[in-house]
């Protein structure tokens, strides 16, 4: 596959299509976010980000790209040569701060620097950064506009009901089936679409493997872009089941670990080759890796660090904004999870800065990172 780039799917507008009153729920689906958002500013008088809103790590390294890429992944940043400086924050999935001891999703939010070109955002079309969100999965269970919006409005619902029901569905994950059976139970509105979901077990945060949430523009092609442990201290801890029960528990073996050595993780990506199977429009879906396998692209290197000084934690949670949208035109997500994504993030980042009274910062060099 890798040696006949004319079996990908080459991007086109056409490769997206708008979904049946998609900015109508896009809209709702923001507005809730919103509501929720000072809901959780009320109980922490602070706020904090609609999902991921915890943080475990925050760390620095360089992506060196592969210097033999092949013509089909020469595309956008990948073009460049590099290497480039980035900033990685770990986190888990839930809009508010839950013990660790919920099963929750991880993310690995990537930012890198020094990136040329116009970016895709007009507010920042002169920004150098190239943001990429994974997630510990290959699918988003509310894959679409709609089915997002329906458990949004759900889970708003659902902020102030007993602590037992909150913790339920934290346990549950708020993107899973369960979650679902705990609101019908409830009362609430039946879903008519079958989710289907991953099990997401306490593991090593640093040992799991990541993928962007949907699919994305990938230059001349459309593909899904991740992360896998590369170093073998890396994949010594792949799938390694962890106590989690201590409230800050993946802090503190994120900051044991990097406290004597580094790490490398590859980062690759997925190319499309069927529509039908490996869908934009439907993030739910699973492309299946025996039709188009990961490609690597380079590996991001990480040295022993202090990876959640004080400074760095405010500098993450308060000042930093990372965002699917903060990329080159090249690598725009797509599909409408993400389109409805745009709207959200824009108006969340927003909000949280201006409530916290922090700047709003778009790096220009990894030293501004704090130690």
Known sequence: MADNPTAYVRYDSGVEQIQPNEEQLANETVESMARLNQFFFEKYRHAVRDAHAKSHGILRGELHLRPDLPEHLRQGMFKQAGP????IRLSTSPGSIEPDSTANVKGFALKVIGVDGRKFLDAEADAVTQDFLMVNDTIIPTGDVKTYHDLQLRIEKL?????????????????????????????????????????????????????TLGALRFGDYVAKVGIAPLSDNLKAIAGKEVDVSEPGAYRDMVVEFFRTQGAEYELRAQLCTDLEKMPVEDAAIDWPQDQSPYQALGRIVIPAQDAYSHARRVFSDDVLSFNPFHCLPEHRPLGSINRV????YESSAARRHAMNAAPRVEPTSISELPE
Do not use: S
């Open 84 to 87: 480039f400086p980035v900033i």
């Open 159 to 211: 902020a102030k009901a007993p602590k037992i029901v909150q913790t339920a569905i934290n346990e549950a994950g708020v993107l899973a089936d369960k979650a679902l059976e705990i609101i019908e139970e409830l009362g609430g509105p039946k879903k008519e679409v079958k989710m289907v979901v991953h099990p997401h077990p306490n593991r090593h945060i640093l040992g799991e493997t990541y993928t």
């Open 341 to 344: 994504r745009l709207k959200a």
